[in-house]
Structures are given as structure tokens and as C-alpha cells.
Nanobody, 125 residues
Framework: VQLQASGGGWVQAGGSLRLSCVAS????????IGWFRQAPGKEREFVAT????????YYADSVKGRFTISRDNAKNTVYLLMNSLRPEDTAVYYC???????????????????WGQGTQVTVSS
């Protein structure tokens, strides 16, 4: 499975961005897709995940209520809509996929088999 993340950019605090993660190869509809982010000098952290059917989503506490993850299996695409952005959201955002990750492990980046290249999000105050 190859993943291509896009949609990053520069935005002022309070603004919005929508990230996209397009997959090719493999069976997209079977993949759990996660978004992670990594700020300079910090470890990669979990942001959000969506299960294969789209019926289950899970968010980090830091983004709950502001970010929304969704998927369109017909387009092999997962979206991350980010509202009310804050300077602390500044990071490189990565999407990741795995066909067999268990629910209790969705926050663990080591459990994802496939990764995209990342897209930079910069939020200015």
C-alpha cells in the first residue's frame, strides 16, 4: 500500500485545513488509517484513526472536538479536517495504514505497516 498525504500549509491560529491521504495498491477498504504528527524535537504522536468501515473513529484528547477524520472508500481517500487550529498543532502530519491493527493498538505508531511521506502544517499565532 502506498500512501500520499497532502493538504498541509500555513494558516493563522483559529483557521482550518483539510488534509488528504490517498492510497494506492492493496485493498483500501480493509485498512485502518491513522494520522500522526511530529513537531521538531518531539516524538511522533497519535492524532486520529478511522477503522476500515468508517464506523469507528478515535481521537487524541488534544484534538478532540476540533479535528474530524473521515474516509471515502470509493476514492481510496481519508481526510482530516482540522478546525480551530492552534500554534501547538504545527507539525509534519503523516498518514499510516494497516489491515489488521487491533483496536487497543491504534494509538501506537509501531503497529502501522504503511506510511505516507508527510505534509507540513504550520499555524501562526
Amino acid at each position: 500500500v502506498q500512501l500520499q498525504a497532502s493538504g498541509g500549509g500555513w494558516v493563522q491560529a483559529g483557521g482550518s485545513l483539510r488534509l488528504s491521504c490517498v492510497a494506492s495498491g492493496g485493498t483500501f477498504s480493509r485498512q485502518t488509517i491513522g494520522w500522526f504528527r511530529q513537531a521538531p524535537g518531539k516524538e511522533r504522536e497519535f492524532v486520529a484513526t478511522i477503522r476500515s468501515s468508517g464506523g469507528y473513529t478515535y481521537y487524541a484528547d488534544s484534538v478532540k472536538g476540533r479535528f474530524t477524520i473521515s474516509r471515502d472508500n470509493a476514492k481510496n481517500t481519508v481526510y482530516l479536517l482540522m478546525n480551530s487550529l492552534r500554534p501547538e498543532d504545527t507539525a509534519v502530519y503523516y498518514c499510516a495504514a494497516d489491515p489488521s491493527i487491533i483496536l487497543s493498538a491504534v494509538r501506537d505508531s509501531r503497529q502501522y505497516s504503511y506510511w505516507g511521506q508527510g505534509t507540513q502544517v504550520t499555524v501562526s499565532s
